[in-house]
């Protein structure tokens, strides 16, 4: 029943700017920590940002003060800004969320993943 739904990917120029959002749905009923991932091919997907329900983030030394991790609790959504994109950062871009639902399970969930393209 829970689902992640992205958006905000897309094409940009080296030096420009995405922000990326992440809207969570369904049977839930803790929103945990969120975090945004992202993957290359022939590469392992890798942490950018997370943060905890009472707002700790923590990111990825590739991505530090140039992107920016943040949420919305009573609209169960998280975000990524990302500023002066490198083309290195062109991926595919995860959201994901520690749940517990109206069930009293806890379980990890990944959005569809969204196309983040840096090129001139």
Known sequence: QVQLVESGGGLVQPGGSLRLSCVTSGSIF???AMGWYRQVPGKQREL???ITRNGITNYADSVKGRFTISRDNAKNTV???MNSLKPEDAAVYYCNADITTATWA???YWGQGTQVTVSS
Do not use: K
């Open 106 to 108: 806890q379980r990890i």
């Open 30 to 32: 803790i929103l945990r």
């Open 79 to 81: 975000y990524l800004q």
């Open 48 to 50: 950018v940002a997370r």
